[in-house]
Structures are given as structure tokens and as C-alpha cells.
């Protein structure tokens, strides 16, 4: 990783297995990572919902009157849930839409103005399945291809600016971690799931 010394990063899913990972990568390149998840605590700076366009107002704000700028956001909030276009309800649908997408949304819009100070970067956490489909994935799937496009939006409209506001997607596939603890125990047989997750791991060279 870059040297990010003197380098303000607003970090959100930041309880999760991979913003947890992006806190401590910033932090051990020497940036400052702000890290937020929806309660504060150990390890999290501040509360945000990131569905919550008064929390991102809030926590924004904050970052302006603590560091006069941001150089950095990471969006990495975000949840799954299994369900087939016949098979999810509504209300899931919204949340899973609510946090993943609106979530990047707001996260982009509010911590624009303050990356447009000095210039900086968002990165968005899109998945491999925001560019393929999956049968029983339904929400998930049409969350992050939307956070895929919407990253293309604000890349094009922040390269505008002098300096420029760089705006990236990348797209894991399968993390160890709750969520896709989550997706595993929602299949008929979560088990033969989670073996197969293992053995794909097992056979990386790299782990």
C-alpha cells in the first residue's frame, strides 16, 4: 500500500471482516482511518448508519471541524440475503437495496465536498456478483451492480475537478466472514457450503 501518512480516511463497515482489514491497512501505511459501524466501540470511532442521511451529516461534519478535509472514504458497509426473485419479500429487498446502495450513495454525496478540498479517492465495495447474476441472490445482486454504476457516475463527474476525486469499485468474490456465513446458512444444505468455501481456500497457493 501507498504511503498514507498525514492521509484522513473515513472507513464505514468498519466491524466487518473487510473494513476491519482496511482500517488496519491504513493505519499501518501511517493514514489516520476514521472508523465507523452502527454503534461505537472498541475499534469504532463513531456511529453510522449509513442508510441515514442525518448520520452522514453528522459525521461529516465532524471530520471538517476535527481535519478540515478528507482524503479518503472506503464504503464498505454492506449486507446479503438469500432469496430468489419468487422467494424474497419487499421488506428485504429495501433493506439490502437501503444499505448497500443508499448507503454508498450518501457516503459519496457527503464526503464529496470535503475530498474536493486537496483531491483524494473513494473506493466502493461492489462484489463479483454485481457483475454476474446468481439465482438466489436477487437484492444482492441488484445492490451492488447499481454500487458498479453509480461508482462510474461520481469517477466521471470527480474527474472534473482540479484536483481531481478519483471514485474506484472493486468487486471480491466469496470473504471469509459473517456475511458470507449468512448467504451459506440461508442454502438447503449450509454444511456442504461452507466445506466447499474451505476447500477453495485450502487450494489458494497465497491462502
Known amino acids: 500500500m501507498a504511503d498514507l501518512k498525514e492521509k484522513v480516511v473515513l472507513v464505514t463497515g ?9 482500517v488496519a491497512a491504513v493505519k499501518n501505511a501511517g493514514g489516520t482511518a ?7 466501540g472498541k475499534g469504532i470511532d463513531a456511529a453510522l448508519d449509513v442508510t441515514a442521511e442525518a448520520d452522514w451529516q453528522r459525521v461529516t461534519a465532524d471530520i471538517e471541524r476535527r481535519h478540515g478535509r478528507l482524503d479518503g472514504l472506503v ?4 449486507i446479503a440475503a438469500v432469496g430468489s426473485i419468487e422467494k424474497v419479500d419487499f421488506a428485504t429487498w429495501r ?3 437501503s444499505v448497500n446502495l443508499d448507503g454508498t450513495f450518501l457516503g459519496c454525496k457527503y464526503a464529496f465536498p470535503l475530498l474536493r478540498k486537496k483531491g483524494g479517492s473513494i473506493v466502493n465495495l461492489s462484489s463479483v456478483l454485481g457483475l454476474v447474476g446468481s439465482s ?14 453509480l461508482t462510474k457516475s461520481v469517477a466521471l463527474n470527480g474527474a472534473r475537478y482540479k484536483p481531481s476525486v478519483r471514485c474506484n469499485a472493486v468487486c471480491p468474490a466469496f470473504v471469509e466472514g459473517p456475511m458470507v456465513d449468512v448467504v451459506a446458512d440461508g442454502t438447503r444444505n449450509p454444511q456442504a457450503v461452507h466445506q466447499k468455501l474451505m476447500q477453495r481456500h485450502s487450494a ?4
Open 34 to 40: 476514521i472508523a465507523t459501524d452502527l454503534t461505537a
Open 14 to 22: 468498519a466491524a466487518g471482516a473487510i473494513g476491519a482489514a482496511v
Open 136 to 149: 438466489n441472490l436477487t437484492a444482492y445482486n441488484a445492490s451492488k451492480g447499481g454500487v458498479s454504476l
Open 95 to 97: 433493506r439490502v437495496l
Open 75 to 78: 464504503n464498505a458497509a454492506g
Open 204 to 207: 489458494r497457493p497465497h491462502g
